[in-house]
């Protein structure tokens, strides 16, 4: 990728002619709220929307509800989720042997300080932000490597 500027960078992409057609198809369908978009606009535009979408099923939302509504034994209430999103600044918080921080943005999971298995709540002082492989290790640690590959191998359907 180039630089060309603070705001601009140049990127050389080859694409599929399938992938030219959906993407000249999704400019026609902006067509009345954005007319006389880019191509570049119409890919901003769909990743606004993506990361909005990732956002919401986060429990991550401009204005969050003001009632809280009950959620399910298994599931992490919405404000709690905001909450441990806000405070560990959507990264893993993982810390190397180094003493850094992992701080991964990529396949983050909530991780259980004290594992539901063993009774640890789902509140905000219990969770933390974790990439999937620190998220795996702390499992690891917590269950032991023969209770972690049963249950991949359950996973697995073997």
Known sequence: MDWLDGDQARMHLTVSKTFLKKLDAARDALSHSMPGAS?????EAALDRL???????????????TKRR????????????????????GRCTFVLPSGETCGSTHQLELDHIVPRARGGASTAE???????????????RAFGDAVMDGYAARRRGG
């Not at 191509?39 to 890919?43: K, T």
């Not at 990361?51 to 509800?65: C, F, V, Y």
């Open 39 to 43: 191509r570049e606009n119409v890919l």
């Open 70 to 89: 009950p959620s399910r034994p298994d599931r992490i209430p919405a404000h709690v989720r905001r909450e441990v999103w806000r405070r560990d600044g």
């Open 51 to 65: 990361l909005a979408e990732r956002d919401r099923r986060k429990g991550i939302t401009a204005r969050p509800q």
């Open 126 to 140: 219990n969770l933390r932000i974790r990439c999937k492989g620190h998220n795996l290790e702390e499992a690891r």
